[in-house]
């Protein structure tokens, strides 16, 4: 009832919304404000045959191709290579004094290279991995400059001050998940928030999931 994304991919849950919450007991009339500047960014591998995904389904998994990434140190390196240029484009190069960033990742081990590889690129900055594992404090959440995290973990309910940049490394269909991402970004004095996420173009899944990104975030975004 307290969910301010009333909203699903399932049709059969849309169904039980409905039944549980009828739409002539929803207020519907509130404008949507479009604040944030939204962009989709493309990247591929340059052989993909080489990237072994170990799956038991035939449906696509994000946690397994970073895992199949994490296996490969020149891919992690080309990995790392290329969220370190998106965090210079989308965040340093634009961002004022106290202003935020945050990268969703998601596993533990992605989050863990990449707050480590970000880390070392700025050492004039504080940068975090906030996974709710032990020695995780809520505070890399909050407080640090970059924060990498998960979106179970910082995808809903946090409220980051000053939150300039979202970075979503993970390819996901979810409505809840990209709207709630999208959330965490909040209007700026004079200033816009950036959202960019991630689409491997080698996949057919992760492009289909990019094209439902854009019919949602049309309706949400600048």
């Given at each position: 009832y307290l969910s301010a994304t009333l909203v699903h991919n399932d049709r059969n849950i849309e169904s039980m919304q409905r039944?549980?919450?009828?739409?002539?007991?929803?207020?519907?009339?509130?404008?949507?404000?479009?604040?944030?500047?939204?962009?989709?960014?493309?990247?591929?591998?340059?052989?993909?045959?080489?990237?072994?995904?170990?799956?038991?389904?035939?449906?696509?998994?994000?946690?397994?191709?970073?895992?199949?990434?994490?296996?490969?140190?020149?891919?992690?390196?080309a990995y790392v290579k290329l969220l370190i240029w998106l965090v210079d484009e989308g965040y340093i190069q634009k961002k004022k004094e106290g202003q935020?960033?945050?990268?969703?990742?998601?596993?533990?081990?992605?989050?863990?290279?990449?707050?480590?590889?970000?880390?070392?690129?700025?050492?004039?900055?504080?940068?975090?991995?906030?996974?709710?594992?032990?020695?995780?404090?809520?505070?890399?959440?909050?407080?640090?400059?970059?924060?990498?995290?998960?979106?179970?973990?910082?995808?809903t309910g946090h409220d980051i001050e000053n939150l300039k940049t979202t970075i979503l490394t993970v390819s996901v269909d979810s409505l809840q998940s990209n709207i709630q991402t999208l959330g965490r970004l909040r209007k700026l004095k004079d200033d816009e928030p950036l959202f960019y996420y991630l689409s491997c173009t080698d996949f057919v899944k992760p492009m289909e999931y990019d094209a439902s990104k854009r019919v949602v975030l049309s309706k949400k975004a600048k």
């Open positions: 039944v549980m919450i009828p739409s002539d007991c929803r207020y519907m009339g509130i404008k949507q404000d479009k604040y944030i500047q939204a962009y989709s960014v493309y990247y591929a591998w340059n052989d993909i045959n080489k990237l072994h995904v170990d799956s038991a389904t035939t449906m696509y998994s994000h946690n397994e191709y970073e895992m199949a990434i994490l296996k490969d140190e020149e891919r992690v390196k935020k960033l945050v990268i969703f990742a998601s596993c533990v081990e992605m989050c863990t290279v990449l707050a480590n590889e970000i880390a070392k690129a700025y050492p004039t900055l504080t940068c975090k991995r906030y996974c709710g594992t032990e020695g995780d404090s809520y505070d890399n959440l909050l407080y640090a400059d970059i924060r990498v995290t998960t979106l179970g973990s910082g995808g």
